[in-house]
Every structure is written in structure tokens, then in C-alpha cells.
T-cell receptor, first 116, second 115 residues
């Protein structure tokens, strides 16, 4: 069965610290997509990244980077030099390509608090 | 601006009442979704629709109903049969049908509180 686990419920850091959010997934499919979403206090989920199962290259976008390792079924997210505006709940999600409806399976979320 | 509009943002209801949450999108997306968010449990899928006049149950459909009469609209009714309806409800849409490749675009959510 498919499952996404974000073991860190809450993380608190001081501004400018680096922080890594962990994500471990389970799937029987060989073709799937992984996502990260950010949920600021306003409530709307904002798409950050999508990665398919055949592309294990790490990706960097500004202060954000993602480390995808199929060997450990992990898709971790690192924020470098964190800022107060990074405070939000972050969700990791899985989509199996051949599932019906294109639905996403979400992890429980990690609440990140960045203090000045 | 294109996007997803959910209303109302906050809703209070008495036990035993049905309520309907509105979701409208002008992104011309075929697929639409309803998720429920509870603290510490992430998002769970209630219903989804890939095309007009068709919809499928998600993981927690009991006590909910939907309709998809128009491409841009996917209202969710929380019925009195839903035992624990107090939650944050998120509507989403996607341009991709069925293959799980598309990113979801979310509305700002509706917070329902049962008194």
C-alpha cells in the first residue's frame, strides 16, 4: 500500500539556520511522482516541486534543495539560511502514475517555525 | 486572475444540519478534488472528479456527497451522517487526468466547526 511518513511533527529553528525536513514513502509501483507543498498560515497549499521516480538528481532552487534517494525511499527537503517567511506547514506527497484520478497521498506534515 | 475559490471561509453549523461548501475554478482543469485536513493527520481525500458528471469516492467519503454538473464547479455537502465534521476542507484541481503527473492547485480552504 502507498504511504508517506513525515516523522518530524514540529521543527523550530532560528533564522539563518539550515533545516532539513524528512520524507519517507512506500509504494509498490516503479513509476511514481513525489511532491512537496507549503501551507502558510493563510491555508492554501503552494506547490514547491515535483520529481518523478526515474530522476534521482538532486535539485536546487534558490535556498531550497531536495535530495531524492530511491535506495532509502526518501525525498528530503532542505532550506538553507532559513527566514521567518519560511514558517509554514510542509507536506510531502506521493502520486502513483497508474492510480485512478491523479490523487495525491499526503504525509502528516511538518510544522516549521523560524524565529528571528 | 486564474485560481480556485472556496466559500465560505468559515462556517458554523449545528449538529444534524447539512452544509454545502462551494468550490469554483477558472483554470479550465478537468480534475477536481476535495481533501479534509485534521491536525496531525495530513490531508485525506474525500471525493474526486475527473470529468463533468462523474466522480469517485476517496478514502473517507462516508457522510459526504458531491456533484459535478459543470466543469468549473465541485461543491461538497457535509451531511448529518458525518460523525466528526469539524475540520479544514481543501478543494483542488489539476490539469492532468488519471496519470498522477500533474500538480494540484489548491483553494484557501473552508473551516467548518460543528457546535
Amino acid at each position: 500500500a502507498q504511504k508517506v511518513t513525515q516523522a518530524q511533527t514540529e521543527i523550530s529553528v532560528v533564522e539563518k539556520e539550515d533545516v532539513t525536513l524528512d520524507c519517507v514513502y512506500e509504494t509498490r509501483d516503479t513509476t511514481y511522482y513525489l511532491f512537496w507543498y507549503k501551507q502558510p498560515p493563510s491555508g492554501e497549499l503552494v506547490f514547491l516541486i515535483r520529481r518523478n521516480s526515474f530522476d534521482e538528481q538532486n535539485e536546487i532552487s534558490g535556498r531550497y534543495s531536495w535530495n531524492f534517494q530511491k535506495s532509502t525511499s526518501s525525498f528530503n527537503f532542505t532550506i538553507t539560511a532559513s527566514q521567518v517567511v519560511d514558517s509554514a506547514v510542509y507536506f510531502c506527497a506521493l502520486s502513483e502514475v497508474y492510480n485512478q484520478g491523479g490523487k495525491l497521498i499526503f504525509g502528516q506534515g511538518t510544522e516549521l517555525s523560524v524565529k528571528p | 486572475d486564474g485560481g480556485i475559490t472556496q466559500s465560505p471561509k468559515y462556517l458554523f453549523r449545528k449538529e444534524g444540519q447539512n452544509v454545502t461548501l462551494s468550490c469554483e475554478q477558472n483554470l479550465n482543469h478537468d480534475a477536481m478534488y476535495w481533501y479534509r485536513q485534521d491536525p496531525g493527520q495530513g490531508l485525506r481525500l474525500i471525493y474526486y472528479s475527473q470529468i463533468v458528471n462523474d466522480f469517485q469516492k476517496g478514502d473517507i467519503a462516508e457522510g459526504y456527497s458531491v456533484s459535478r454538473e459543470k466543469k468549473e464547479s465541485f461543491p461538497l455537502t457535509v451531511t448529518s451522517a458525518q460523525k466528526n465534521p469539524t475540520a479544514f476542507y481543501l478543494c483542488a484541481s489539476s490539469a492532468s487526468q488519471g496519470l498522477g503527473t500533474g500538480e494540484l492547485f489548491f483553494g484557501e480552504g473552508s473551516r467548518l466547526t460543528v457546535l
